[in-house]
């Protein structure tokens, strides 16, 4: 084999080489998808007579810092409230900081930061350090994403909301699905989910700072629907 | 010798490709979850989510993942704010009421998942949210979605 032979041999192994590599990266991160779906309209069969008499209400669950709520949940398959089950919500702590350890951010904004992490504008991180817990027989998967921070007038239109920008759970999956999480029976879940808000806005609103839980996620790992929510909510001071 | 130093050089570039590809430059990509029941807006009812941050000109993800729900004709509305409920974005038309966005709603069935088209970053919007109708009434319906996607 002469020395032409062997570079050109070298320069496709390599350019294979990185190119599996790159599908494979993207893959695991999401950015690429292999499901296939198809788009077109078709019948619609999904209805069922069981289904169609289910009836639930929308969930919406504001806590303020040290508050405990208590979300309900069933199955609308089976529509029967003996199914209902709990899972507890605490909003233990919500901090601001400039600094964002052990928070894996998915994406920036108008933030900007240093080789860090540490923001050095006029932006700061608001860390919401929220528990959940699980009180069914089941494990069900939900959807940290689904926790929005809620600031200003809360309990009004005029409520700000700030939309998840990560939390302290590696990401060793699809950044697609990072964001869902699975909750085993009676087991405490807590996490430190990241928002990032204008300094002013902190400022003005530093007193009515909190989250709020607005929709859940009822399958168990095989995607076998276990439970949904919601039938209803209640909110009690720590 | 020439051609072995292009390759190694063709080599490395193609290495480092892989490392800048960070998770930011991504996008706001990763899913959350909207849920609702259709008895809660009457089906048929024009509905949409709290809208998220858009960082690219990308297509807006949506999987109508319904428990008990069937198909949706959806839509993306915009806005440059998070805590508004957005207007509907021009590729969609108008606000056509009852009727929710009046033109290129996107048909979701059950279990599919849609790339919706947008002018939202285009046209200097920071919010996409989903507009949404769901085809059957007194049922639950979830689905997830994400305002920017690759």
């Known amino acids: ?238 | 010798m020439l051609k072995r130093i292009i390759s190694i050089v063709i080599t490395l570039l193609c290495v480092f490709s892989i490392f800048a590809l960070s998770t930011n430059a991504a996008g706001n990509i990763s899913d959350t979850l909207h849920s609702v029941s259709a008895a809660q807006n009457s089906g048929g009812t024009p509905y949409c989510t709290s809208l998220r941050a858009k960082t690219d000109d990308t297509s807006v993800y949506v999987k109508n993942s319904a428990i008990s729900g069937g198909a949706m004709s959806c839509w993306v509305n915009r806005s440059n704010s998070a805590s508004s409920g957005g207007s509907v974005d021009r590729f969609y038309g108008v606000d056509a009421g009852e009727f929710g966005a009046s033109q290129n709603q996107k048909y979701v069935p059950k279990g599919t998942y849609y790339y919706l088209p947008n002018y939202v970053y285009e046209d200097g919007y920071r919010y996409a949210g989903v507009g949404f109708i769901m085809h059957i009434e007194g049922v639950y319906y979830e689905f997830l979605w994400s305002p920017d996607s690759i």
């Open chain 1, 1 to 238: 084999m002469n020395k032409s032979h062997f570079t050109w041999m070298l320069t496709l192994f390599c350019t294979i080489s990185i190119t599996l590599l790159v599908i494979i990266y993207l893959l695991q991160q999401g950015v690429i998808n292999l499901n296939i779906s198809s788009n077109s309209p078709t019948p619609d069969k999904s209805s069922s007579e069981s289904e169609e008499n289910a009836q639930e209400y929308f969930c919406s669950l504001t806590l303020t810092k040290g508050a405990v709520g208590t979300v309900k949940w069933f199955a609308p398959e089976i529509y029967y409230i003996e199914d209902a089950f709990d899972c507890l919500i605490r909003l233990n702590d919500i901090t601001v900081t400039k600094e964002c350890k052990d928070i894996n951010l998915t994406y920036t904004l108008d933030e900007i930061t240093d080789g860090n992490g540490r923001i050095i504008n006029d932006y700061s991180y608001v860390i919401a350090d929220i528990t959940f817990c699980n009180k069914a027989t089941q494990p069900f998967n939900t959807c940290v994403g689904s926790v929005s921070l809620v600031y200003g007038e809360l309990g009004t239109s005029k409520v700000q909301l700030a939309e998840i920008r990560g939390y302290d759970a590696p990401i060793d999956g699809s950044l697609k699905s990072y964001y869902m999480v699975t909750l085993e029976p009676n087991k405490e879940y807590t996490y430190k989910i990241a928002y990032v808000i204008k300094d002013s806005e902190i400022e003005k609103n530093k007193d009515n700072l909190a989250v709020n839980f607005t929709t859940a996620y009822g399958k168990d790992g095989a995607g076998t629907i276990l439970k949904a929510p919601v039938l209803y909510k209640q909110e009690e001071s720590k």
